[in-house]
C-alpha cells in the first residue's frame, strides 16, 4: 500500500474482480484478517453501534461471538481473495438505540451503520461498491426497509458511516436527523 503521507495517490482498484461475503462462522476469518491489519479499526471491532464494552480486547470477544451465535453483523468486501472492504448491515434490533425517534415497534428495518476502506483505496468506488452490495444484501434478506445514518461530507466526525450523497444518489430519503450530524435516511422497495 502507497504511503500518502508522501504525497502518493489512493490506489484505484479494479472492481470488476470484487466479491461480496456475508460475515457468518464459516467466513469470519476474512472480516478478522481485515480488522487486523494495519490502520484498521481494530479499537472498535465494529461494536460502536452495539450494545459492548469499552475495552478493546472484549470488544473483539463480543463480536466473535455475535458472529458464532449467526447474528447478521455485515459484509466484507474481497478482492483478489483478500478482504479489502467491510460495510455493517444488519437488522435494527441488533444494534444499541440509533436515533431518538427510533420506533422500535417497526418490523423488517436493517441499518446501515458503517464502512470501512483502508486509506490506500478510497477514493476509488470501493464504498460505493459496498453499500450497493449493503442494500441488496438486506433486501435478500428480508428487509423491508433499510435505514442508515449519513453524514455530510463536511462533518469532522462520523464519517465512517458514509456520506448523505452516496445514499441520495441511491434513492434513500431522509426523515430526521440523529444529533447534529447524522441524517436518517431510509430506502424502501
Not at 508522501?6 to 470484487?18: V, W
Not at 467491510?86 to 423488517?108: F, M, N
Request: charged share 25%.
Amino acid at each position: 500500500m502507497p504511503d500518502r503521507s508522501k504525497g502518493s495517490q489512493p490506489q484505484r482498484p479494479d472492481l470488476a474482480g470484487i466479491r461480496f461475503v456475508e460475515v457468518t462462522p464459516e467466513t469470519r476469518a476474512g472480516f478478522e484478517s481485515l480488522f487486523e491489519q494495519p490502520g484498521a479499526p481494530k479499537y472498535c471491532w465494529c461494536m460502536a453501534w452495539r450494545h459492548s464494552s469499552r475495552e478493546h480486547g472484549e470488544k473483539k470477544r463480543m463480536m466473535m461471538a455475535l458472529i458464532d451465535a449467526g447474528t447478521p453483523i455485515g459484509i466484507v468486501a474481497e478482492l483478489d481473495g483478500r478482504p479489502v472492504g467491510w460495510c455493517s448491515v444488519a437488522p435494527r434490533e441488533t444494534y444499541r438505540r440509533l436515533s431518538k425517534q427510533q420506533d422500535d415497534t417497526e418490523a423488517g428495518i436493517w441499518s446501515i451503520v458503517c464502512f470501512y476502506v483502508p486509506r490506500a483505496l478510497r477514493g476509488g468506488g470501493l464504498a460505493s461498491a459496498l453499500l450497493d452490495a449493503a442494500i441488496n444484501h438486506a433486501f435478500r434478506k428480508g428487509a423491508r426497509i433499510i435505514e442508515a445514518y449519513p453524514v455530510d461530507e463536511a462533518a469532522p466526525s462520523y464519517r465512517f458511516m458514509g456520506f448523505r450523497d452516496m445514499f441520495v444518489a441511491r434513492g434513500f430519503h431522509e426523515i430526521g436527523t440523529a444529533g447534529t450530524r447524522r441524517h436518517v435516511m431510509r430506502l424502501s422497495r
